[in-house]
Nanobody
Framework: EVQLVESGGGSVQAGGSLRLSCAAS????????IGWFRQAPGKEREGVAC??????????YYEDSVKGRFAISGDNARNSIYLQMNNLKPDDTAVYYC?????????????WGQGTQVTVSS
């Protein structure tokens, strides 16, 4: 059974930091691009950060509003990825989801975690 389990969410004041973790199981971790999405109330889910299939290559993507504040990293040995979030702003308030994706033989494989709430107060 494929599972992505997030942890590390919580409530902080603006300017604070949080570190989200995502533990993956049930699939070959190294075959997937892994990333974080978020969804704020009344808004569509948006991509926040992503790390490429080869974590060690360090190929990453960040949504413009989090560049310089968020950092994504991964640990192949632990089948886990992390999102370090610094200088948090109220606009970062959302449910954060871990996501795994690969495309193989013309088919897309998408897996989602259950989400973890991040609340930033001003």
């Amino acid at each position: 059974e494929v599972q992505l389990v997030e942890s590390g969410g919580g409530s902080v004041q603006a300017g604070g930091s949080l570190r989200l973790s995502c533990a993956a199981s049930g699939f070959i971790f190294g075959e997937y691009a892994i990333g974080w999405f978020r969804q704020a109330p009344g808004k569509e889910r948006e991509g926040v950060a992503c790390i490429g299939i080869n974590i060690n290559a360090g190929i990453t993507y960040y949504e413009d509003s989090v560049k310089g504040r968020f950092a994504i990293s991964g640990d192949n040995a632990r089948n886990s990825i992390y999102l370090q979030m610094n200088n948090l702003k109220p606009d970062d308030t959302a449910v954060y989801y871990c996501h795994a994706y690969k495309r193989a033989w013309g088919k897309d494989y998408n897996y989602w975690g259950q989400g973890t709430q991040v609340t930033v107060s001003s």
